[in-house]
């Protein structure tokens, strides 16, 4: 079981809007230690979604958002489009283990 | 812009050592900004870290796999590398090398976000 917990899957319609979470806690995301997302298409590699709660590197669609509140963090995608399919991660870091690199399980997001 | 390639057998017989490379193109390994990860994904499954090497040769492991793990680097030749002992079938998985910003986060320097990563490889354990 992951220390950061997302929800196993997600789903929405085209055009709607989901908010994928990831709950921590007070020695991770509640700590103030940096959240960052990930979308993993089928058959390839993770590409870096949203960093540093909320920031977008270039290329990456402002439908894509990230926020933090507490010892959760939350990332939202509006306007669903059927190429949004995919996985979805959280990452963190926690002090009080030894793991330098913490991922959520994964959310596997469905448009219907 | 830096891409990384992983390299080595796709299939490795039980109890035997799991060795991986990945080279580092379009930068340098050397340099202070950031670490060098692996990470690994079984079939199926979530991602899972490896371990951290940093460009001096400070290495983070995986408290799971730190008995078994050896991550080291080679400046000369922009690589790093990643050797797992005594493997068995748990070990399947696709395995990823990728670069991880360092960052200060709540007064302390540590990874940030992975903004690199190779395409991965499939390592199977099996005789």
């Known amino acids: 079981q992951s220390v950061l917990t997302q929800p196993p899957s997600v789903s929405g319609a085209p055009g709607e809007k989901v908010t994928i979470s990831c709950a921590g806690s007070?020695?991770?995301?509640?700590?103030?230690?940096?959240v960052h997302w990930y979308q993993q298409a089928p058959g390839t590699a993770p590409k870096l979604l949203i960093y540093?709660?909320?920031n977008r590197p270039s290329g990456v669609p402002d439908r894509f958002s990230g926020s933090k509140s507490g010892t959760s963090a939350s990332l939202a995608i509006s306007g669903l489009q059927a190429e949004d399919e995919a996985d979805y991660y959280c990452?963190?870091?926690?002090?009080?283990?030894?793991?330098?690199?913490?991922f959520g399980g994964g959310t596997k997001l469905t448009v219907l | 812009q830096v891409q990384l390639q992983e390299s080595g057998p796709g299939l490795v017989k039980p109890s035997q050592t799991l060795s991986l490379t990945c080279t580092v193109s379009?930068?340098?390994?050397?340099?202070?900004?950031?670490?060098w990860s692996w990470i690994r994904q079984h079939p199926g499954k979530g991602l899972e870290w490896i371990g951290n090497?940093?460009?001096?040769?400070?290495?983070y492991y995986n408290p799971s796999l730190k008995s078994r793990l050896t991550i080291s680097l080679d400046t000369s030749k922009n690589q790093f590398s990643l050797k797992l002992a005594s493997v068995t079938a748990a070990d399947t998985a696709i395995y990823y090398c990728?670069?991880?910003?360092?960052?200060?986060?709540?007064?302390?320097?540590?990874?940030?976000?992975?903004?690199?990563w190779g395409q991965g490889t499939l390592v199977t354990v099996s005789s």
């Open positions: 990728a670069r991880s910003q360092r960052i200060l986060s709540s007064l302390s320097v540590v990874p940030g976000s992975l903004n690199s």
């Open positions: 379009g930068g340098s390994i050397s340099t202070n900004s950031y670490y």
């Open positions: 090497i940093y460009y001096v040769g400070t290495t």
């Open positions: 007070s020695s991770n995301i509640g700590a103030g230690y940096d």
């Open positions: 540093g709660d909320m």
């Open positions: 990452q963190s870091y926690d002090s009080s283990l030894s793991a330098h690199v913490l």
